[in-house]
């Protein structure tokens, strides 16, 4: 499920009701904790880690992460892989965010989002 995490945080910002539960970008962003997510940044690696925070700036924390990049050479493999723990990915560097998610959770995600830039387009 693609998850576009600072993009979310920005566009739910801008909601006109600003006590509605499911437009919070704090309950949003706590429904994605402790789940396997995909980071992509510019070079083309991919880093594959439990979410474990975002700040207000969009960087993003992964725990029990693993490096994906692809090798150059011919290999057996064409991607190698390495294990490297807790990270930060800076909002700067990445280009992608996926989010492990049920079918029902990713159709309700996108009701919301689409809501949202609803919202945002009416002003």
């Known amino acids: ?3 576009e995490v600072g993009e979310s945080l ?3 910002g801008s909601s006109d009701d600003p ?3 499911s437009t919070d970008p704090v309950t949003r962003v706590r429904k994605l904790l402790f789940r396997r997510m995909l980071v992509g940044i510019k070079d083309g690696r991919f880093f594959l880690g ?3 925070c975002i700040d207000k700036q969009g960087n993003i924390i992964l725990q ?3 490096e ?3 090798t150059r050479h011919s290999s057996p493999s064409p991607m ?3 294990c490297l723990g807790l990270i930060l990915i800076p909002f700067s560097c990445r280009t992608s965010c996926h989010v492990d998610c ?3 959770e990713q159709l309700s995600l996108l009701k919301a989002k689409n809501e949202i830039k609803e919202c945002s387009y009416g002003r």
């Open 1 to 3: 499920m693609e998850q």
């Open 10 to 12: 920005i566009q739910l």
């Open 19 to 21: 006590n509605s539960s």
């Open 50 to 52: 439990t979410f474990h």
């Open 64 to 66: 029990d992460s693993i």
């Open 68 to 70: 994906y990049r692809s």
């Open 80 to 82: 190698e892989q390495r």
């Open 102 to 104: 049920s079918i029902n």
